[in-house]
């Protein structure tokens, strides 16, 4: 399986973003190392890996300690020995999200764009809430039809305020 991982790091000041290259990894704290050597000063390391066009990863350490991880896709653990790597140990189960608010009419059921409904979310979907993308967003991001991991980062690197340092690493 192909992939791509980009290492998102925000320090005192500002974000940064840095390709990281996970060949030869042997389990998941060879992957924290990793993240956590992009910048060890940073206050929050994000590690986006994308897989095949059709899953992601998210990986988070804050002050370089207790690591949470989300997954796109629940498959991704089957199909790759790197999704194995990354999602492998979790064992917590999603909520369900609700598929419609108390307050939205049918009308506004229709409008919202189809979801896969394949897709398995895993891991802790609250990973990014603090930085301005809650767990329902990020799930309905997920499950959006015709939605790819790279236009899943660049939506959620956007909303946390890194999205001209992702856009800018995959113009390198």
């Known amino acids: 399986?192909?992939?791509?991982?980009?290492?998102?790091?925000?320090?005192?000041?500002?974000?940064?973003?840095?390709?990281?290259?996970?060949?030869?990894v042997a389990d998941l704290e060879e992957v924290t190392d990793r993240l956590r050597d992009v910048d060890p000063e940073a206050s929050v390391s994000l590690l986006f890996?994308?897989?095949?066009?059709?899953?992601?990863?998210?990986?988070?350490?804050?002050?370089?300690?207790?690591?949470?991880?989300?997954?796109?896709?629940?498959?991704?653990?089957?199909?790759s020995r790197l999704g194995a790597i990354l999602l492998g140990d979790?064992?917590?189960?999603?909520?369900?999200?609700?598929?419609?608010d108390e307050e939205s009419s049918e009308e506004d059921e229709e409008e919202r764009p189809?979801?896969?409904?394949?897709?398995e979310p895993v891991g802790d979907p609250e990973l990014l809430a603090d930085l301005g993308l809650s767990s329902g967003r990020l799930l309905e991001l997920c499950a959006q039809e015709g939605?790819?991991?790279?236009?899943?980062?660049?939506?959620?690197?956007?909303?946390?305020?890194?999205g001209d340092e992702i856009e800018e690493l995959r113009d390198v």
């Open 147 to 162: 939605m790819l991991p790279p236009d899943l980062t660049a939506e959620i690197c956007q909303a946390i305020g890194a």
């Open 90 to 100: 979790i064992e917590e189960q999603l909520p369900e999200v609700a598929a419609v």
């Open 114 to 119: 189809s979801a896969e409904p394949d897709v």
């Open 49 to 79: 890996v994308e897989s095949d066009d059709a899953y992601l990863a998210i990986l988070r350490l804050d002050e370089g300690e207790d690591l949470r991880v989300f997954g796109s896709d629940s498959v991704f653990a089957e199909e």
């Open 1 to 24: 399986m192909s992939y791509f991982a980009a290492a998102v790091t925000r320090g005192a000041e500002s974000w940064a973003a840095a390709e990281l290259d996970l060949s030869g």
